[in-house]
């Protein structure tokens, strides 16, 4: 929510982000459903040029389409990352309430990813998802370059979703 108005991201066929904005008098039509992961056909809207508020000043970053993506990325861009891969490893960090978790794609690569301060609300579903290795979606993290490899980081931004219904997650599920 910004201003009153519904913020939602949505990915295109191509895998590009499309951030919508719900206008004001809409918002409470919306207000309570839970949108992840649902198809929209989009009927009726108007095309303009906006910049959020990023709070963080990282540029949005599309669906990496592997971990490799990422592990190889030696640019000095700061950049926000999504990514999607199974959970192959992970370990809490208690007095924190944050994960540090190890994801593998479709090609059997893996990247760390680091989430911090994690919502009490959360902590189960993510402490669940680690024991049954499940897959994850994980949106806007920060690509943090390290001598000893690329990492993700979360930031105020970061959202997951376990076990998604979309075409990455499924090229994981048919190949594990």
């Keep these: 929510m910004e201003n009153n108005r519904m913020l939602l991201w949505m990915i295109d066929r191509q895998r590009e982000k499309i951030l919508a904005i719900i206008?004001?008098?809409?918002?409470?039509?919306?207000?309570?459903?839970?949108?992840?992961?649902?198809?929209?056909?989009?009927?009726?809207?108007?095309?303009?040029e906006y910049h959020l508020d990023n709070p963080i000043g990282y540029p949005l970053y599309p669906i990496v389409s592997t971990?490799?993506?990422?592990?190889?990325?030696?640019?000095?861009k700061r950049r926000l990352v999504?990514?999607?891969?199974?959970?192959?490893?992970?370990?809490?960090?208690?007095?924190l309430r944050s994960f540090e978790l190890i994801?593998?794609?479709?090609?059997?690569?893996?990247?760390?990813?680091?989430?911090?301060?994690?919502?009490?609300?959360?902590?189960?579903?993510?402490?669940?998802a680690t024991y049954n290795k499940s897959i994850l979606y994980v949106s806007c993290m920060k690509l943090v370059h390290n001598?000893?490899?690329?990492?993700?980081v979360?930031?105020?931004?970061?959202?997951f979703d376990v076990e998604p219904q979309m075409y990455e997650a499924d090229r994981i599920r048919a190949r594990y």
């Design 67 to 76: 971990v490799t993506t990422v592990a190889q990325d030696h640019t000095n």
């Design 147 to 152: 001598n000893l490899g690329n990492l993700l």
């Design 23 to 48: 206008p004001r008098h809409l918002v409470p039509g919306y207000r309570n459903m839970n949108l992840k992961g649902n198809v929209f056909s989009v009927q009726h809207f108007q095309v303009d």
């Design 154 to 159: 979360s930031t105020v931004l970061t959202d």
């Design 103 to 128: 994801l593998q794609d479709e090609t059997g690569n893996v990247t760390k990813l680091l989430l911090y301060n994690v919502p009490a609300n959360l902590m189960i579903k993510v402490i669940v």
């Design 82 to 95: 999504d990514v999607v891969g199974r959970i192959v490893w992970g370990n809490r960090i208690r007095q």
